[in-house]
């Protein structure tokens, strides 16, 4: 979720600036600002302290309003669905598993993804990645005709496991498009941008025409 | 979630009927009203469908206030932060698993409940435990002085939990105090008159002065 923060910052052309927390170090001193202690947290005027990565989304969206979630409740309802089916259900099938598997193993020096698991992922993965295609070919964006906090969340999601090269982007024309409207975005790009020590991303993911 | 949403449903006097779904059995039906296939889903008016928990909630509140969800954008942050943290890593280091161990082994037949895993539970279930005391301890409720969103969601967690006999009360005393207001509102009384086939809660599970 600390992409879809830095992705609505952006988007709302706020100021800020990032610091990077090896949150499973366990300082005391990042566990006081969340007892958590994971990321995101977002320090506001440096002294509002927020965490969980959709609440300070929708802090954010109340305190500097861009019209990312809807004018209705009927509206709101359908985008945060959206959201709680990928912060849940995509974050449990397809992300955490894989995150697990070709980042932490390797860092961690834990040996390689178990094979099992990376087809286990896939197939679910599909899944997701047809719903995205639904969705948007229906409706536009994925909640409706206008872009929403709903796509930057999913959108988040999606291009973390696009930098793990786990995405092949044929199979899902649909989803390809919505996804290529998001990345177009100049708050895109910042993300597109960010490397990971050891790693490297296919060479389709920071291009917009792919 | 779905023991929140009746929570809410009652404190807000709205009038509803329940309906049982075996969601592992995945009807097309129940799929038309939530392709995710899971529970809750609610009906307002006969066409307005929605899915997700924490969705339908703030759909609640939006249609049928009764200012559960703050006054300020901060307010509401912390009330989202605790609702996350308790849907996010009490669910899953705690819930999910017993629930597991405890009730679906059971009804598929597939043995006794894992030692090892209830052990770790148990552990977390401590952490999340003292957590809640001290919220309430320093402010009267989880995310203040007045009950909000937070304290239905996360007493809804806890109830599954007692329900399954896994709490020791008097290890938290703080805690018990909280949940005690709670379970003597009228809201609450329906909740713990329900039944699993088959499994009997604790003797102090109904009991408002446990």
């Known amino acids: 979720m600390s992409r879809a923060v ?84 995509f974050n449990y099938d397809v992300a955490q598993p894989l995150i697990f598997e070709k980042v932490y193993k390797r860092f961690l020096k834990q040996g390689y993804p178990d094979p099992d698991i990376v087809r286990s992922v896939k197939s679910d993965l599909h899944y997701h990645m047809h719903y995205i295609g639904f969705l948007s070919e229906q409706r536009g964006c994925l909640a409706g005709p206008q872009l929403t906090m709903a796509d930057f969340v999913v959108a988040s999601y999606v291009s973390i496991i696009d930098f793990l090269g786990s995405i092949f982007w044929d199979q899902f024309e649909s989803a390809k498009l919505w996804y290529m409207r998001l990345k177009s975005r100049p708050s895109f790009r910042h993300l597109l941008a960010d490397q990971l020590p050891g790693m490297t991303p296919p060479n389709h993911y920071q291009q917009l025409d792919f």
């Not at 990042?30 to 300070?56: H, K, M, Q, R």
């Open 6 to 89: 830095r992705l609505f910052l952006l988007e709302k052309k706020l100021d800020f600036s990032l610091k990077t927390e090896r949150f499973f170090d366990k300082r005391d001193e990042f566990l006081e600002l969340n007892p958590l202690g994971v990321t995101p947290v977002f320090i506001d005027f440096g002294d509002v302290v927020l965490s969980d990565g959709i609440a300070i989304l929708q802090y954010l969206e109340e305190v500097y309003p861009s019209n990312f979630l809807g004018n209705t409740p009927i509206e709101r309802a359908e985008i945060r669905r959206i959201i709680g089916w990928f912060h849940d259900a």
